[in-house]
């Protein structure tokens, strides 16, 4: 009977029960290797910031903490992956798209619920947006593409990474007066390779994905989405700045946990990840890539996904985030 009543206790442990070992069971946390599950293929702007973080949360725990790339299917496999896993110790590292904008492009088909399959943990990183274009074109800023496609309707084209742009841009382009058509691709190395070459016109993305073409001349950043300037691009202007609110948007990176998951756990990753937040180090290398290291409390970062889906909302319409299941 002891040994059954071991069992059982050591088996609600693994599967995240909420019960009175939740405490003893966080205090004693990671007993195995820690598995960070990620949408990203690797060399991604999102990967390469996983991968810092988990070594030094490596250290930090003094147990191995892999990184396992799982993309496709805008993020529904990895999420699979963290909800099937029965371990205790794998989490997710996403961007906003999962838990915002595939609630509109799936609907009830979505396989899982982004208000309630998955708690919030913390922030990773604050991912700096920028608008590429090729270099070809010589444009100083929007206000030189909003003129430029206004002169050649239907002619020019777009595309951006999957999530919450593929609403706000179509937006811009419509207050805009403009058509173009959009170029969908499966990685973004396409369609790096595309707008330097100027088979691509208009281009949203991750400025750390955009910064091997922009050092080599070939694609130039005319204004980034954030709400600041990128770090290492002083130069170029905001989208607010160029005065074009309508694109602002803020992206991010985070962490966050089955619903499963003891909140005291939750608490405990979320305390461990702000400690590493204070490296320096890390964030200057955050930085040196176009990203800034954005460490959260759960709260702050729930806040930070609410106000993702209010923006959606806006741009969607009212119901179009509603449960799916």
Known sequence: MRLLVLALAGLSAINFCGNGLDDAYAQTWPTQTVKIVTPFPPGSGGDVTARPLADRLAKHWGKPVIVENRPGADGIIAINTVLNSSDGHTILYTNGGPLTSNQVSYGSKLPYDPTRDLVPISGGAEVFVGIGVPAALALGSIADFVQLAGSRAGQLNWGATPGSLDYLIPGFFRKAGLSLERVPYRDVVSA?????????????????????????????????????????????????????????????????GPRSMPA?????????????????????????????????????????????????????????LSPTR
């Open 192 to 256: 790096m390779q595309d707008l330097s070459q100027a088979r691509l016109h208009f281009y949203v993305a991750g400025v750390a994905t955009q910064l091997p073409m922009v050092q080599n001349g070939t694609v130039k950043i005319i204004a980034v989405t954030n709400k600041v300037r990128a770090p290492g691009l002083s130069d170029v202007v905001t989208a607010d700045e160029a005065g074009f609110p309508e694109l602002r948007y803020e992206a991010f990176l985070a962490f966050f």
């Open 264 to 320: 005291t756990l939750r608490d405990r990753i979320s305390v461990d990840v702000r400690a590493i937040g204070a490296d320096v180090e890390l964030s200057e290398r955050f930085n040196a890539i176009g990203m800034k290291l954005r460490v959260t409390t759960p709260a702050e970062l729930e806040g930070i996904v609410s106000d993702e889906r209010a923006r959606l909302a806006q741009l969607t319409g009212p119901g179009s």
